[in-house]
């Protein structure tokens, strides 16, 4: 079975990041680089930003769009003074491109990805497939369930997506979140809610078609498959790690793994985490951690929640940079005041969760400084 599974295919990950930041750097209209923001991180004493370190030390470390679009400074200011990454966080979902059928519009979109490269950050593409909330459009189940053949409908759904969104961001989006949450939540079972799990007689396929139609659309980008829980729940690790492989078997053409990181029902040991990263890694495969935040409530047992809340942040930034498949961290929203735990979520009840790495008043919280030395601990 092993002899399936290739090797490590980069001596380095980590110098394809440092590649890919150059890259997006000379196309800033600016000359500003996320690098040259703030000091050098090795200078001892000179201060520097998670950017910066995470550009020294061949790491993206992201933050996310924040749906309004980026005209709502000062948050603008936030993200591409500390951040050498974004990633989109509702913009490119299906259904916030396609209100009709066939009708596209990518007005918030285009907004974003033009202001990534004009600031020189690395862009992720969040998501092409993703089956819950409101990421797909109203009319899709309607369309599928009224076709004679609902797979081949499906199929011709996916195939007029991909071609109309990916060659569009083609060498511009780096990286493409192309399913995401495949599995059932706490579960090493596909999510039987998935529509695509209903429609398709073999999951498998259908993940197959879509990493086949994303890499014929842009055989430079980075594909992954993005999901939940599998940092801090074995189960959910397990089912993923299952289905991977299963993909490689197949030959189905994917780079890497996106663990989200959403700690809000419980947290991650550092050397459980840098583990799990490391047996994605040894697939051959990148990692990422893409949506990280870390709900407060899960500290109001500790005397100080904040500076716990810190140690966590420090961890999983720490076993992020300490394996070679592993390329970034995004925190899921730049500061606490545009965090989806209150206001888009299920557990606003809870609110406020303060999650990120900014306050709401986009000041730095002991988070932050745990995150960046980290980072710079880990530089050569
Ligand atoms: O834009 C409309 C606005 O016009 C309307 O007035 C308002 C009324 O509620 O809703 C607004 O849309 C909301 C949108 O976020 C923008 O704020 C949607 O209702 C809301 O469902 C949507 O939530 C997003 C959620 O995904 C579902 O798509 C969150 O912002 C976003 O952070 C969250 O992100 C997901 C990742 O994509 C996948 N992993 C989990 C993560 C958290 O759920």
Request: glycine share 8%.
């Amino acid at each position: 079975m092993r002899a399936h599974l290739r090797s490590p295919r980069f001596p380095s990950a980590k110098s394809l990041v440092v590649v890919a930041l150059a890259s997006v750097a000379g196309a800033c209209g600016d000359g500003a680089t996320p690098a040259s923001r703030g000091s050098s991180c090795t200078d001892t004493g000179s201060a520097c930003t998670l950017g910066t370190a995470g550009t020294e030390a061949g790491l993206f470390l992201g933050s996310t769009s924040e749906g309004a679009g980026w005209t709502r400074e000062p948050v603008g200011r936030l993200v591409r003074t500390h951040f050498n990454s974004v990633t989109s966080q509702n913009e490119l979902k299906w259904g916030s491109l396609v209100r009709e059928p066939g009708v596209y519009d990518f007005t918030r979109a285009d907004e974003t990805v033009a202001w990534a490269e004009a600031n020189g950050l690395r862009m992720r593409g969040h998501v092409l497939f993703w089956h819950r909330l409101n990421a797909l459009p109203p009319w899709f189940r309607g369309e599928i369930d009224a076709a004679a053949d609902p797979e081949a409908k499906l199929r011709e759904l996916m195939r007029e997506h991909v071609q109309t969104v990916v060659p569009r961001y083609k060498g511009r989006i780096h990286t493409w979140d192309v399913v995401n949450e495949p599995l059932a939540l706490l579960s090493d079972q596909i999510d039987p809610e998935s529509v695509f799990f209903q429609v398709f007689d073999d999951y498998g396929e259908f993940l197959h078609l879509a990493f086949t139609l994303a890499r014929e659309a842009d055989p430079d980008a980075k594909l992954f498959l993005n999901e939940i829980f599998p940092s801090m729940n074995e189960t959910s690790f397990d089912g993923l790690y299952r289905l991977v492989r299963e993909m490689l078997e197949r030959g189905t053409p994917i780079d890497g793994v996106g663990f989200q990181g959403h700690f809000l029902l419980g947290k991650p040991d550092r050397a459980t985490l840098t583990e799990r990263l490391q047996a994605f890694a040894e697939l051959g495969l990148l990692v990422e951690i893409t949506e990280l935040d870390v709900s407060i409530n899960l500290f109001s047992a500790e005397p100080d929640p904040v500076a716990a809340q810190a140690d966590v942040f420090r961890d999983v930034y720490a076993a992020c940079a300490a394996v070679d498949g592993c390329i970034g961290v995004t925190t899921w929203n730049s500061n606490d005041g545009d965090t989806w735990l209150d206001v888009d979520s299920i557990f606003g009840g809870a609110a406020p969760h303060t999650p990120t790495l900014f306050d709401a008043d986009l000041q730095p919280k002991p988070a932050y400084a745990a995150a960046r030395d980290a980072v710079v601990a880990s530089i050569d």
